[in-house]
């Protein structure tokens, strides 16, 4: 029986604590703008710790030499698992109140992701500590993952013979090319 080897991890994001008033007060602005719900606001903030606490606790972001694996939800959970050659771009998202709280949202977006009006996240995550270090270290281990170990450029080669000749047909080609589109 083969076993399989599990990922190496490479970096664990850790999660600000500041995003669970960030989500407190997302919600209580929702239900405000709503109307109807403003008199449901005292148990939003009493109930709403409790539950964003819980939501927190299942958050994980995880990226080993292959992927960017992402966990969350308390009731309904979800794991995305994105190979690191699929992704096109990690961006980052503040809104006024994300920017208060220095906070930021990390998308990240593959090549098969954006929809029909234009680019959507396949994941979104809100809070993680050092956002753009973690950001940077992913962008890094996808160029590893695509371009291999970088290498020294070679010094100076010369150019054999038969390829300069061959360079020197090309020249007298385009001269010819650039002569005929002037008399034309």
Same mark, same amino acid.
């Given at each position: 029986?083969? =076993? *399989? ?21 997302? #919600? #209580? ?21 409790? @539950?964003? #606490? ?23 959970? &979800?794991?995305?698992? &994105?190979?690191?050659?699929? @992704? ?18 990390? =998308? *990240? ?8 009006? #234009? ?5 979104? @995550? !809100?809070?993680?500590?050092? =956002? ?13 993952? !695509? ?7 070679? =010094?100076?080669?010369? @150019? ?5 000749? !061959?360079?020197?047909? !090309? ?14």
């Amino acid at each position: 029986m083969r =076993t *399989v080897e599990a990922p190496k991890i490479l970096a664990e994001a850790t999660f600000n604590r500041k995003v669970l008033t960030y989500w407190l007060l997302s #919600g #209580g602005l929702v239900m405000v703008l709503c109307v109807v719900t403003i008199p449901l606001l005292p148990f939003w903030f009493i109930f709403g710790r409790m @539950i964003t #606490g819980k939501f927190l606790e299942h958050m994980s972001c995880t990226l080993t030499e292959r992927t960017l694996i992402v966990r969350k939800g308390w009731l309904n959970r &979800v794991e995305k698992t &994105v190979p690191l050659e699929k @992704i096109t771009d990690l961006g980052l998202k503040q809104g006024p109140i994300m920017r208060a709280m220095d906070l930021h949202m990390l =998308t *990240v977006e593959t090549a098969g992701s954006s929809g029909a009006g #234009g680019a959507s996240a396949l994941v979104s @995550i !809100i809070g993680i500590e050092d =956002t753009k270090g973690f950001r940077d270290s992913v962008l890094t281990q996808r160029d590893l993952r !695509i371009d291999g170990p970088k290498t020294e450029p070679a =010094t100076s080669q010369a @150019i054999p013979a038969a390829d300069g000749e !061959i360079l020197a047909d !090309i020249r007298d080609t385009l001269h010819r090319i650039e002569q005929g589109m002037k008399e034309s």
